[in-house]
């Protein structure tokens, strides 16, 4: 079963970067799709960004394309989201996720998933 540490949302101002880290444990990295996902209050959980197991492969939806990054260190556990120019719109709880599929941008598709990482974009 793997576990997640998810760290570095926060209150940033509009324009402002944040790094998101998720660390996961109990298995390794390396056969998993990992992708974040995020859930505004009353509102859907909507994937924001997917990478493939090598990294070669990512995806984006439209609201954030141009702006986040993802990434991932399979020596480390690690997949990162690098979140430029925010904006209020993406205040939300951010959740790591794990899965067995190629990258998708739906909740079902993944099996594992982190506890979250708030953030809070204000103008």
């Known amino acids: 079963q793997l576990q997640f540490v998810e760290s570095g949302g926060g209150l940033v101002q509009a324009g402002g970067s944040l790094r998101l880290v998720c660390v996961v444990s109990g298995h390794t990295l390396n056969y998993y799709t990992m992708a974040w996902f995020r859930q505004a209050p009353g509102k859907g959980r909507e994937g924001v960004s997917c990478i493939s197991t090598s990294g070669i492969s990512t995806n984006y939806p439209d609201s954030v394309k141009g702006r986040f990054s993802i990434s991932r260190d399979n020596a480390k556990n690690t997949v990162y989201l690098q979140m430029n120019s925010l904006k209020p719109e993406d205040t939300a709880v951010y959740y790591c996720?794990?899965?067995?599929?190629?990258?998708?941008?739906?909740?079902?598709?993944?099996?594992?998933w982190g506890r979250g990482t708030q953030v809070t974009v204000f103008s």
């Open positions: 996720a794990a899965g067995g599929h190629p990258c998708s941008d739906s909740p079902p598709d993944f099996g594992s």
